[in-house]
C-alpha cells in the first residue's frame, strides 16, 4: 500500500535556506518517494519559495485567516525534481525579504505566532481533503515552526470523532521553541482547554514545540544520540519531563547526506573534483580556498574550516581561544558564517590579528560552503549541543577530517583518531570529550599529529569519504514508523 504523506516545514533546499533544516527537507521527501511512499510537502509562502517553484495553481482560497486578508493556498512543483510542492499565500504575513524568522534588527517577528500557526493550521486542512484530490494520511511536522499541526489534527479528531490524519513530529533542535505570551493563545483558535500544562501551556507560556511533542502521534529526532540526551535535565530544556514520559514514541533517526548535492566527484559548485581512490584534485581546492581568502598559499598548513550559523550552539567561541595554537603550529583556519553580531565582530577581530593564517567572511552562500567544505584539511564543529550536525557528514564526504565536540549527532557519526581507532581502521576524524579549551586543544593537536604522518593521514580520509551516510536507512525507518501508524 502506498503511504501518502505530508511533510511541513518553513524551509526547503533549495528554495530557502538558513540551516540543516532545509537540506533534510530538500532531500527526505525525495527518499521516501524513491521507496514507494507518496509524500507532498506544506511550505509557507516565503517570497523565495513562490519565486523558486514551476506551474503554480491555486488549491483553494481561505479567505481571512491569522489576521492575514485573501489567504490561498497554491500548488506547484519543484523544478530540481518534480517534489509536489503545496504553498500557503498570505502576502502580509509572508512577504518579507531575508530571513524568515527575524526581521533586520535580528529579532523574531511580532506575528510570527498567527504566521506559523497558519503553517500548522493548513497543515491540518490538507488532512481533511482541501485539495478535493490529494489527503495525507500521515502529517510530519518540523521543528516548532510546524508544531500546531498535530494539536490541530487532535482538535479535529474531538470534533469529528475520528483522527483526519496520524502525526509525527520531528525534533531538529529543541533551543527553538516557538515560546509566545499566554494572551496570544486566543488567536489560535484552538480549544480553550488546549492552553494546559497537557497541552500547549509552557511555564505560564504558550509553546509551538510543545504542542508538537504533546499531540504529534510519535515524536522523532535527527541522531540516536540526541534522542537520549534530551531526555536528560541537563539537555532538555525544560521538556524532558515530557518526553521521558512519552520515550515509547519516541526515536532518534538520523539525519542523511544528498551524495547528489554533496560529492566531491561530482559537485558542481566545485572547479575541480577528487574521489577516494583519485584524492589528488582536493589540494587544487585547498590552494583555491587559500586564494579566495587570501591566506598565504603554503600547501602543507594544516588548513581548518568552519561553515556554521553563528550562534551559541556551535561552540565558536572556544575554538576563537584556540587560534593562537593552530597558528602557533602553522595551521590556518577559514570561518564562514551568519548571526549573532557579537560572535561576528569577535571573529572578524581575530582574522585582523592574523592576516596570513586566519580569514572571516560573514554571509551566506552555497557555493562558498562547498568551496570550505572542499578545500579544508579539517572541518571544525566544536558545538556545545548538536541534534545531528550535517556539516561533519559533509566533511566526511569530502575527506576533510571532522574536529567535533562529542555530543548529539557528531558523537553518533564521528570516530576519533585514537590510537586504538586508528590501529583497528576506524578513525574518520577527530572528538573531544569535554568542552572546555584543554578538550579542544588536545583534539588539534592530534589532527596535527595525524597531518604529519601522511600516510596514515590518507588512509583516514579514505576511509571518511567511504562512509555511507546516504538517506537510504533513515527514509527506511520513518516508512516503517508511517507503516506503524496507518
Ligand atoms: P544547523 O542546522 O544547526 O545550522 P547543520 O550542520 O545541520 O546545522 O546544517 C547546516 C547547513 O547550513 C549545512 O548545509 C551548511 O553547509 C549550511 N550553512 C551554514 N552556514 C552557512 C553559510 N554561511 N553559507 C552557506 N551555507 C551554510
Ligand atoms: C538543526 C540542528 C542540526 C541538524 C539540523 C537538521 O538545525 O541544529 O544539528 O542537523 O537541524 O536536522
Not at 519559495?49 to 491569522?66: E, K
Not at 501551556?201 to 540516536?224: N, W
Not at 569577535?346 to 568551496?371: I, W
Request: net charge negative.
Amino acid at each position: 500500500m502506498t503511504i501518502r504523506a505530508l511533510h511541513v516545514a518553513s524551509e526547503l533546499y533549495p528554495l530557502l535556506k538558513t540551516g540543516g533544516l532545509a537540506d533534510v527537507a530538500g532531500a527526505l521527501p525525495s527518499a521516501l518517494i524513491e521507496r514507494g511512499a507518496d509524500v507532498r510537502v506544506l511550505l509557507p509562502g516565503f517570497p523565495a519559495v513562490l519565486a523558486g517553484l514551476g506551474d503554480l495553481q491555486t488549491v483553494a482560497q481561505l479567505g481571512s485567516r491569522f489576521g492575514a486578508p485573501d489567504v490561498t493556498l497554491e500548488r506547484g512543483t519543484l523544478p530540481t525534481n518534480g517534489l509536489t510542492v503545496y504553498v500557503i499565500s498570505a502576502a502580509s504575513l509572508y512577504d518579507r525579504p531575508g530571513n524568515p524568522y527575524l526581521n533586520d534588527e535580528h529579532v523574531p517577528y511580532g506575528d510570527n505566532a498567527q504566521r506559523f500557526a497558519l503553517l500548522g493550521w493548513v497543515a491540518a486542512q490538507l488532512a481533511q481533503q482541501l485539495d478535493p484530490t490529494w489527503s495525507p494520511q500521515i502529517v510530519h511536522a518540523h521543528d516548532w515552526h510546524a508544531g500546531l499541526a498535530p494539536a490541530y489534527l487532535k482538535a479535529a479528531e474531538r470534533e469529528h470523532g475520528r483522527a483526519p490524519a496520524r502525526s509525527v513530529f520531528t525534533i531538529h533542535n529543541l533551543a527553538y521553541q516557538g515560546i509566545f505570551p499566554a494572551h496570544q493563545f486566543g488567536l489560535l483558535g484552538l480549544p480553550h482547554d488546549f492552553f494546559n500544562m497537557r497541552g500547549v501551556e509552557f511555564y505560564g507560556q504558550l509553546s509551538f514545540l510543545k504542542a508538537g511533542l504533546y499531540y504529534s502521534d510519535r515524536i522523532t529526532t535527527v541522531s540516536p544520540n540526541y534522542a537520549r540526551e534530551i531526555q536528560t535535565l541537563a539537555h532538555g530544556g525544560g521538556l524532558d519531563g515530557l518526553l521521558r514520559h512519552r520515550a515509547h514514541d519516541l526515536s532518534g533517526i538520523l539525519n542523511g547526506v544528498d551524495y547528489t548535492v554533496w560529492n566531491p566527484a561530482t559537485d558542481a559548485l566545485l572547479a575541480t573534483h577528487y574521489s577516494a581512490s583519485r584524492l589528488a584534485g582536493k589540494l587544487a581546492c585547498k590552494e583555491a580556498l587559500q586564494k579566495r581568502f587570501g591566506l598565504a598559499p603554503r600547501s602543507d598548513a594544516l588548513l581548518f574550516g568552519v561553515v556554521s550559523r553563528l550562534t551559541e550552539q556551535k561552540g565558536l567561541d572556544l575554538l576563537l581561544g584556540a587560534v593562537p595554537e593552530i597558528v602557533k603550529r602553522g595551521g590556518q583556519l577559514v570561518v564562514f558564517g551568519t548571526g549573532d553580531p557579537a560572535l561576528e565582530t569577535g571573529l572578524k577581530m581575530v582574522a585582523q590579528a592574523h592576516p596570513e593564517s586566519v580569514a572571516v567572511e560573514l554571509g551566506f552562500d552555497e557555493a562558498l560552503a562547498h568551496t570550505i567544505i572542499a578545500g579544508s584539511d579539517v572541518v571544525a564543529v566544536p558545538s556545545r549541543f548538536e541534534p545531528c550536525g550535517l556539516t561533519q557528514l559533509y566533511a566526511l564526504a569530502y575527506g576533510s577530517l571532522p574536529l567535533v565536540h562529542s555530543v548529539g549527532g557528531l558523537a553518533d557519526t564521528v570516530a576519533d583518531a585514537s590510537l586504538e581507532n586508528l590501529a583497528d581502521d576506524l578513525a574518520t576524524g577527530f572528538v573531544f570529550e569535554r568542552f572546555d579549551p584543554k578538550g579542544l586543544a588536545a583534539a588539534i593537536r592530534r589532527a596535527f599529529a595525524l597531518y604529519g604522518r601522511r600516510t596514515e593521514w590518507k588512509a583516514t580520509q579514505r576511509r571518511a569519504m567511504r562512509e555511507d551516510f546516504g538517506w537510504g536507512a533513515s527514509a527506511e525507518r520513518y516508512l516503517a514508523l508511517y507503516q506503524e501508524l496507518v
